[in-house]
DNA sequence: CATTATTACGGG
DNA sequence: TCCCGTAAT
């Protein structure tokens, strides 16, 4: 094998897959043209799937379902579902799993996406190469096959024959047979050539195709090569329903006229930067430049992935994973719609927290996993970036209500009109939340055979719904370890269970998790069994249901005028000013937070140990801290459910950062002595063009701060 | 103002 | 390690 070719790899996109879970669903939207979109309130909600029938309308992702009805008046539309006010993508989800379960019985695959593969068959070939001594390939066996660069067009040989009389399917299928007669004569031997392992791979690929199909009813596009890039280029060439093989040997033609946007990685600024400095436009146009320039202008390690790259050479490795390493939620709130009350960023944070304790519990249940990483990141209005912040802490319970408000603690500083406002400036356009930092679960014991037995193997054979709703009956009584946890039903179900509690003749309305409006000896504040909470018999669940059923669409702006029409009554509450010493907060890692979870009974604790808690002023224990506050927190949460009147923000032991300003300017001088690497700078104006990110004037640095590796 | 919601990953 | 920015879908 030749330096390049020592590879096979496959990347396998689903064709439009939103768009067929929901044509799988609802079979009067198959084989029309269809997109799926999110919301529907601004300009009919915003399109991110599209059917080919659809394309052939000129209708794109990204576009306003109003405007693609322009374009196509006969468009139908499939809505993503909502819930808690958000897009709620399981379905999709669980969609991927299925497919990704087929195709790990064919190789190991390293999940790209929701809807991408990709796969090394390196050694799935080398043992069909084996096991089968054929030594042809029947086309018959790669019936969706194209060759990319087949059929070699012989204008030369034959002086004008007709070569562009033929249809696609005409020609995929002479290029076929031509490829395969070019490898027969020397394949044979020992060693297989390349073709023959790209091909073999092919080969593996329809057959794991036709069973994703089977099994699952999604169809499918791949791309066969001998390296991720260009897998993924291939696999763009015959969509859909079709697979292509892309022989290094056909790289030359096909990245002379190949923009270099085309290539992963480079349709951003990094690609544009490229085209700028070098004055190139097509990939193969790089081929002009020695590895050393390349190096010089974007880094050694872009510069030496740029000059394989161009020659089709790649050598990122396909990383043996079916998991996502970190599981997240968000939801935009733009312009007008932007959270400018305290009130609102915690509702939507609560909103956020909820949906994912739900993915987080089953994530537990399904891939015996737990993260321990929370990340909160925000946008605020005005800021162009991104995100404007982010924070991490903590994550050790999977609760909707810790998780909110220790999302809250981690952000309130950014809010400039103070703590004890009902103002929140500047207002937040985005909220953020996920979890990371994956560990193996504890041994939940006897999760019932039913778990631990058969998920592994066919979770998608079971919905992951009754496997939550099993495992959290189950785990009370089975599983040793842990607090019980629970999907938005049982949530709110089992505050209803449990004792009650007063408080200032208010009604009480428990928003169920744990609170502790006393402090508990050291011995039982770890039991999650005495947990206290008022009882109602009119769930807030009631009052969520019933206030999204109104307004559930998107807009927060429904969350702020309900809000706004009893804002009236704010008698502010007190600052959650802990005692001097003994903030929670200042620990930069949330240890202590932790150490209430690992060790419920730290040394004694002396009167050192407490501290008054600003809200009710009752002695709390310093570790107890955090729970106490999120029963405040839960409180203050049933108020804006039932009637909104206001609260105030909840102490958590989570780390808050420093810098509750704007993020520090960055953009060290850099000025390598020489080098004239392309140092994008000066802020501002946008523009694709290599510019530094946000570095201060002046200041510059390398573009090898972009990414890729090799 | 309003291409969302997610995810991964390199650089500093 | 944390946080920021880039890129993809």
Request: charged residues 25%; glycine residues 6%.
């Amino acid at each position: 094998m030749e330096y390049g070719e020592e590879r096979v790899v496959a990347l396998v996109d689903m064709d439009c897959f939103y768009v067929q879970v929901e044509q799988r669903l609802n079979p009067a939207l198959r084989n029309t043209p269809c997109v799926v979109a999110q919301y529907k309130t601004w300009k009919g909600g915003g399109i991110i799937a599209v059917s080919y029938e659809a394309r052939d309308h000129g209708v794109t992702r990204n576009m306003w379902v109003d405007d693609a009805k322009n374009l196509c008046q006969d468009l139908q539309v499939a809505r993503v579902r909502e819930l808690h006010g958000k897009a709620d993508l399981t379905h999709y989800r669980e969609a991927s799993v299925e497919v990704i379960e087929v195709m790990s019985r064919f190789a190991v695959i390293e999940r790209a996406s929701i809807d991408e593969a990709y796969m090394d068959l390196t050694a799935a070939v080398q043992q069909r190469l084996k096991d089968m001594s054929v030594n042809r390939i029947d086309p018959s066996l790669l019936k969706t096959t194209y060759i990319q660069g087949y059929p070699q067009s012989s204008s030369e040989l034959e002086p004008h024959t007709e070569d562009l009389v033929f249809d696609k399917e005409e020609q995929r299928s002479r290029g076929l047979h031509q490829w395969l007669a070019s490898l027969t004569p020397s394949s044979l031997g020992e060693q297989s050539s390349a073709g023959l392992q790209l091909t073999v791979g092919a080969f593996i690929v329809e057959e794991m195709r036709a069973a994703v199909e089977e099994q699952t009813g999604f169809r499918c596009s791949a791309g066969i090569s001998h390296n991720k890039v260009l897998a993924k280029l291939a696999c763009g060439l015959n969509k859909p329903n079709r697979q292509t093989i892309l022989p290094l040997a056909s790289v030359t033609e096909l990245f002379n006229s190949l923009p270099i946007g085309k290539i992963r990685n480079l349709g951003g600024k990094l690609g544009s930067s490229i085209t700028e400095t070098l004055g190139v436009e097509n990939m193969g146009d790089l081929t002009r430049f020695s590895q050393a320039q390349l190096e010089l202008h974007f880094g050694d390690k872009t510069g030496r992935w740029l000059y394989d790259l161009c020659r089709g050479i790649e050598f990122e490795a396909v990383k043996p994973r079916q998991l996502p390493k970190s599981i997240g939620c968000s939801k935009n709130f733009p312009g007008k719609t932007s959270l400018a009350t305290k009130e609102e960023v915690q509702f939507w944070l609560h909103q956020l927290a909820l949906e994912l304790e739900e993915r987080l519990t089953k994530d537990r249940d399904v891939n015996g996993r737990v993260a321990k990483s929370l990340t909160v990141g925000v946008r605020q209005l005005g800021d162009k970036r991104p995100s404007s912040f982010s924070r991490c802490c903590a994550l050790v319970r999977y609760e909707a209500t810790k998780i909110s408000s220790d999302s809250f603690a981690i952000i309130k500083s950014l809010n400039t009109a103070g703590n004890q406002q009902a103002a929140w400036t500047p207002p937040l356009t985005l909220l953020h939340i996920s979890a990371s930092k994956f560990s193996d679960a504890p041994s939940s014991g006897g999760i019932t055979g039913f778990l631990s037995t058969e998920t592994s193997l066919s979770q998608s054979r079971f919905s992951t719904s009754q496997l939550s709703n099993k495992s959290s009956l189950d785990a009370k009584s089975v599983s040793p370890c842990k607090q019980q946890h629970g999907t938005i039903q049982s949530f709110f179900q089992k505050a209803t269970e449990r004792p009650t509690i007063q408080k200032d003749g208010e009604e009480e309305v428990s928003v169920g998790g744990k609170a502790s409006p006393a402090p508990k000896s050291a011995s039982e504040s770890h039991s999650g069994a005495e947990r206290r909470s008022s009882d109602v018999s009119e769930s807030p669940r009631r009052h969520i249901k019933s206030f999204f059923q109104k307004r559930s669409t998107e807009r927060s702006s429904s969350m702020k005028n309900s809000l706004n029409i009893v804002e009236k009554n704010n008698s502010e509450d007190c600052v959650p000013v802990v005692s001097p010493s003994r903030t929670q907060c200042e620990n930069p890692d949330n240890e202590q937070a932790t150490d209430v979870e690992l060790n419920p009974n730290p040394p004694s604790g002396a009167s050192e140990d407490l501290l008054t808690c600003d809200r009710c002023s009752q002695e709390v224990l310093a570790w107890e801290m955090p729970e106490h506050n999120d029963y405040h927190f839960a409180m203050d949460l049933q108020k804006s459910f039932s009637s909104s009147s206001s609260s105030s923000a909840a102490t958590t032991s989570c780390n808050i950062s420093s810098s509750s300003s704007p993020p520090p300017l960055r953009g060290g001088v850099t000025g390598s002595a020489q080098s004239s690497r392309v140092k994008t700078k000066i802020r501002g104006q946008s523009g694709p063009a290599a510019k530094k990110l946000r570095s201060q004037g002046g200041s510059a640095s390398t573009l090898d701060s972009f990414f890729k590796k090799n």
